[in-house]
Nanobody
Framework: QVQLVESGGGLVQSGGSLRLSCAAS????????MGWYRQASGEQRELVAVITRFGTPNYAAAVSGRFTISRDDAKKTVYLQMNSLAPEDTAVYYC????????????WGQGTQVTVSS
């Protein structure tokens, strides 16, 4: 039972752009924070960006100024616009959605590969 579906990854040249989407199940109730994480080959998963329930974004220093996270609560979807991509951005990107249930629950997307060539 997949409850988060990611899309938008792919292969892009350095300097290019991609837009990732992550759509949550319409059965979800109130959604709190939503975020994007990435994991490069052989590395630990790291936070890329988070957007709060109220639309306040936070970014990792490595992507600040290049990436933009946004959300559409009517669609229960979080987006990550990635501009000025560089090879070091190559990773599997995972979305994470926090659902304000009792207890609070977090769900992960299946991951989407982003590869940036030099």
């Amino acid at each position: 039972q997949v409850q988060l579906v990611e899309s938008g990854g792919g292969l892009v040249q350095s300097g290019g752009s991609l837009r990732l989407s992550c759509a949550a199940s319409r059965s979800f109730g109130t959604i709190g924070n939503m975020g994007w994480y990435r994991q490069a080959s052989g590395e630990q998963r790291e936070l890329v960006a988070v957007i709060t329930r109220f639309g306040t974004p936070n970014y990792a220093a490595a992507v600040s100024g290049r990436f933009t996270i946004s959300r559409d609560d009517a669609k229960k979807t979080v987006y990550l616009q990635m501009n000025s991509l560089a090879p070091e951005d190559t990773a599997v990107y995972y979305c994470n959605v926090e659902v304000w249930a009792t207890p609070i629950r977090a769900y992960w997307g299946q991951g989407t590969q982003v590869t940036v060539s030099s």
